[in-house]
Antibody, heavy 117, light 115 residues
Framework: QVQLQESGPGLVKPSETLSLTCTVSGGSISTYYWNWIRQPAGKGLEWIGRIYTSGSTNYNPSLKSRVTMSVDTSRNQFSLKLSSVTAADTALYYC???????????WGQGTMVTVSS | DIVMTQSPDSLAVSLGERATINCKSSQSVLYSSNNKNNLAWYQQKPGQPPKLLIYWASTRESGVPDRFSGSGSGTDFTLTISSLQAEDVAVYYCQQYYTTPFMYTFGQGTKLEIK
């Protein structure tokens, strides 16, 4: 059974870069689209971006200037960097898989990131 | 920008009754290359990640009870729970996938409660 687990700092200072990693276990990362999605407390879901195992990426146009995603197939991991963060970036960050069905069939449990000095 | 609008924002239904949630997209999500509507539905319970219920508008994900069904095409879609169970209390989201510009977009969510 494939499982996804997010990891990274829970607190980031304003103007700094948020960095998260998603580790995929129980299956290979080598196929499918791998995504980051976030959810501010008590609010809805926002797609951040996706990466294919070739390294090809697509980003949410509203975040594109600040987002970088990468993949490490040898470690079965993919990562998110979000630069110049503000309090508006405080959210629960999920990693998720799209198995080519235009939807997210597997999700991590999420990791909470707070932007505060 | 493509906007997904769900209705209602909240809904209270008696146990065993039918629950219906609607989702409207500002543009068609019918993907010509595969003739599929790229519309999915999720269930999110407190403290949990969303769970995929339906994809391609009407295809039930493996393991999802058959009381959950999806319908619609183009810009208007519906999630129906045929006989509400207590464990169905949750927030439900629709989500579309569009290629120009490339985006996945979620609706604002519908909170489903027991009456």
């Amino acid at each position: 059974q494939v499982q996804l687990q997010e990891s990274g700092p829970g607190l980031v200072k304003p103007s700094e870069t948020l960095s998260l990693t998603c580790t995929v276990s129980g299956g290979s990362i080598s196929t499918y689209y791998w995504n980051w999605i976030r959810q501010p407390a008590g609010k809805g879901l926002e797609w951040i971006g996706r990466i294919y195992t070739s390294g090809s990426t697509n980003y949410n146009p509203s975040l594109k200037s600040r987002v970088t995603m990468s993949v490490d197939t040898s470690r079965n991991q993919f990562s998110l960097k979000l630069s110049s963060v503000t309090a508006a970036d405080t959210a629960l960050y999920y990693c998720a898989r799209d198995r080519f069905i235009s939807a997210f069939d597997m999700w991590g449990q999420g990791t909470m990131v707070t932007v505060s000095s | 920008d493509i906007v997904m609008t769900q209705s209602p924002d909240s809904l209270a239904v008696s146990l065993g009754e039918r629950a219906t949630i609607n989702c409207k997209s500002s543009q068609s999500v019918l993907y010509s290359s595969n003739n599929k509507n790229n519309l999915a539905w999720y269930q999110q319970k407190p403290g949990q990640p969303p769970k995929l219920l339906i994809y391609w508008a009407s295809t039930r994900e493996s393991g999802v009870p058959d009381r959950f069904s999806g319908s619609g095409s183009g810009t208007d879609f519906t999630l129906t729970i045929s006989s509400l169970q207590a464990e169905d209390v949750a927030v439900y989201y629709c989500q579309q996938y569009y290629t120009t510009p490339f985006m996945y977009t979620f609706g604002q969510g519908t909170k489903l409660e027991i009456k």
